[in-house]
């Protein structure tokens, strides 16, 4: 956008011409486009846009202005709430990274030589945009996407990666304080500036500040999980490529019915903003106390005390046919990770740890009282597929979901003990009942998501 203070009505009116033109991307993205020469005209006397006073981004923005990389509009505006476009961050963008535009508009769309740039700088790929054109407004995905390949350089190829490439490296934050992330929403030109002010601190070399909300969802919505944003302890980040919730899958050998994990998510009880929090402040799980010969002396179903964290799962399973359970339940598969206690030495958690637990004290990992099931189709609500007819329990074909959490002790706990070896792993099994249907006399069965080395030099 270009600002002015005072110009000819002639030369005014030449330069709103040239804005009303339609850009046509269809062109643009078929094949590469030719470097052709623009120019840019700005009045360097303005230095206050009319409604600027008192916005949020008043600094950061009059700062880009006196770089050089952004303007305002003739009538003195800068617009800061308005929708930005995609050529028009990418515009900014080359501006501020000094990226070398050469060309013209002459028989073409005044954006053509920016996008021809960033295509040569490795800011833009053709196939980034699979709908809309280059007047389309800028989703905040879009933004984090460029923000990335401007920062960093990387060249990730995985769209679902992006908005956590971001959030992790500072760049992009939460629109709320539980870290919403809003990866369809529209940017403004406001929120576009600070982007390109934090892009410039990375490349200068600077640690920007981070929303860990944001970072704990983009991860989720990445692949599933959030482990490796709460749980660096047990899941430090050399190991997150290894995570691949698509091992979570089990079919029966008639195909009737099939599990397959979809999340596996970390709760901070402590934080009352934490953004899966509603999805477990109901759960309840099971502190039993033993004695010195583990015996088991007392239960109590509690719910999971403030500091704690709160592990669960979430398993979809679809059922073709209607399943006779007869009189037996059928409870679903889950994923589960390995235990965690305040004490290192993990063969005497029940024997010495569970006479100090109570109420607001957790100092081992406890499971849920009961599995949780959402979104089921059946006859008798919301809530358990199981369906008594006839003195059976029918599993209704359709879509559920099972639900399992745990509740683990919040600290500097340590990973259940194996021969000395501290392996963190978090595991599928599938529905019992349903498995050893399938697997007569072979037990239990469960598929690695992912295994990990802890590093006891990370504090929770």
């Given at each position: ?351 010495v740890l569970s006479s100090q637990e109570d109420a607001n004290t957790v100092l081992y990992s406890k499971s849920q009282g009961s599995q949780n099931v959402f979104d089921l189709n059946t006859f008798n609500g919301n809530w358990s597929p199981q369906i008594p007819r006839s003195g059976s329990y029918i599993l209704r074909s359709g879509t559920h979901y099972w639900v399992q959490g745990r509740v683990h002790p919040k600290g500097d706990a340590y990973l259940f003990s194996s021969g000395g070896y501290f392996n963190s792993s978090i595991s599928f099994s599938p529905s019992t009942r349903m498995y050893n249907a399938d ?22």
């Open positions: 956008m270009i600002r002015y203070k005072k110009l000819s009505k002639h030369v005014l009116a030449l330069i709103l011409m040239s804005y009303m033109i339609s850009p046509n991307q269809s062109n643009a993205e078929s094949s590469p486009i030719s470097n052709i020469n623009s120019s840019k005209i700005a009045d360097s006397n303005v230095t206050a846009f009319l409604d600027l006073k008192g916005h949020w981004g008043e600094t950061v923005i009059t700062g880009a202005v006196d770089k050089g990389y952004v303007d305002g509009y003739p009538d003195g505006t800068f617009k800061p709430n308005g929708d930005i476009t995609r050529a028009e961050f990418i515009k900014m963008v080359d501006n501020a990274l000094h990226i070398s535009v050469t060309g013209t508009t002459s028989g073409d769309s005044w954006y053509v030589p920016y996008i021809n740039a960033a295509v040569t700088s490795g800011l833009h790929q053709w196939s980034d945009f699979t709908n809309g054109d280059w007047s389309t407004a800028l989703t905040r995905q879009d933004m984090a996407r460029i923000a990335v390949r401007a920062a960093t350089g990387d060249n990730n190829t995985d769209d679902k990666k992006w908005m956590y490439l971001a959030s992790e490296a500072g760049l992009i934050t939460g629109m709320d304080d539980t870290g919403t992330l809003g990866e369809d929403e529209t940017t403004t030109r406001a929120q576009s500036v600070t982007i390109i002010e934090r892009i410039l601190s990375i490349k200068d070399g600077k640690t920007l500040s981070k929303d860990k909300h944001a970072i704990s969802r983009a991860e989720v919505a990445w692949h599933g999980t959030n482990v490796f944003t709460m749980w660096p302890r047990y899941f430090p980040q050399n190991f997150i490529e290894n995570f691949d919730i698509t091992k979570a899958d089990w079919k029966s050998n008639d195909g009737n019915y099939h599990e397959y994990g979809e999340e596996y998510i970390v709760v901070d009880m402590e934080d009352p903003k934490d953004p899966f929090r509603n999805e477990v402040i109901d759960m309840t799980f099971n502190f039993a106390t033993y004695d010195s010969s583990g015996k088991r002396t007392n239960l109590q179903i509690l719910q999971a005390p403030s500091k704690s964290y709160v592990s669960y799962s979430r398993v979809k399973v679809v059922i073709q046919n209607d399943i006779d359970a007869g009189l037996g339940l059928i409870t679903g598969g889950y994923m589960n990770m390995t235990s965690l206690g305040m004490d290192k030495d993990s063969k005497l958690w029940d024997k697997n007569l006399n072979n037990g239990g069965h469960s598929f690695i998501v992912v295994n990990a080395h802890g590093n006891y030099d990370n504090h929770n």
